[in-house]
């Protein structure tokens, strides 16, 4: 039997599946990693300049540069092979899948899995830096255009929905994840080098839990050591073959 084989057996028969994903899920929609989304212009600042609560604040104006032009990456990304599997196999398989993600795009969601789990946030989801100092709360609809756009009322400006270096995951986002690894039979690493906590833990609290951990990647992760499976290659590519009926 093949590796693959043997993956796809476990996947017919789980009765709970959870799916990890990172940046190489959505690589081959052309949606740069983080890394690479510093490149070209961006190349002269450090990570902590553009993706930080500090960055942000001591230059408002280039942050949201950065991030708009990420968001339209995202915007004009298309879900791949990869995302539309996941999908189809969570929905012919009623309660068996969770998707948890590192990836702040909406992927996963327009492939037809809107419930997945998003531990960094989501980079279409603008919110508010500081709370309302008037407890007013206003609907971000209320920001004025500008870069970024502001409350014409108090001065408070828009952020990313994203999770930045320094700052909490949302707490349900990474309980809901470890209650999936804790409980799934297969745990599913697709696309993440594992060098990021708390995510790059999921696959040892799998293992330890008992599930079989298969991992999806065309390089070697941090976490390859806790893997009954290595699957060499990329998530357009292995997840058809692992997911697909026939
Ligand atoms: N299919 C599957 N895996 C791929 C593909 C592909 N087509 N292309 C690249 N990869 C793998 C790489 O080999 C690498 O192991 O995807 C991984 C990407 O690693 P990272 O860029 O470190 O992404 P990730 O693990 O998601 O990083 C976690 O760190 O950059 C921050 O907040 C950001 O959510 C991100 C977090």
């Known amino acids: 039997m093949t590796d693959v084989e043997a993956v796809r057996a476990q996947l017919a028969q789980a009765r709970r599946v959870c799916v990890l994903t990172g940046a190489g899920m959505s690589a081959e929609s052309g949606i740069p990693t983080f890394r690479d ?7 002269r600042f450090d990570p902590a300049q553009l993706a ?4 942000f604040r001591a230059d408002p104006a280039r942050v949201w540069a950065w991030y708009a032009e990420r968001k339209q990456g995202v915007r004009d990304a298309q879900p791949n092979a990869g995302h539309v599997a ?9 309660g068996v899948l969770t998707i948890v993600t590192q990836n702040v795009d909406d992927l996963h969601q327009r492939a037809g899995w809107p419930q997945t789990v998003r531990l960094h946030g989501d980079i279409l989801a603008d919110r508010w830096l500081e709370a309302c100092p008037r407890g007013l709360g206003c609907a971000i609809t209320h920001a004025q255009p500008g870069e970024p756009p502001a409350c014409a009322d108090c001065g ?4 990313p929905g ?4 320094g700052e909490m995951l949302p707490e349900d ?3 809901a994840a470890e209650r999936a690894a804790r409980d799934c039979d297969v745990l599913l690493v697709v696309g993440t080098s594992g060098a990021v906590w708390p995510a790059a833990g999921l696959a040892r609290v799998a293992r330890r839990a008992g ?3 298969v991992i999806v990647n065309p390089q070697a992760s941090e976490i390859d050591g806790e893997a009954h499976w290595l699957l060499r290659g990329t998530a357009a590519e292995v997840l058809p073959r692992v997911l697909d009926e026939g």
């Open 156 to 159: 408070n400006l828009l952020r």
């Open 37 to 43: 989304a510093m490149s070209g212009l961006w190349s």
């Open 86 to 94: 996941l999908a189809d196999y969570g929905r012919r398989r009623p």
């Open 211 to 213: 599930a079989k951990v």
């Open 52 to 55: 930080s609560e500090e960055g």
């Open 162 to 165: 994203v999770v930045w270096f």
């Open 173 to 175: 986002a990474i309980d």
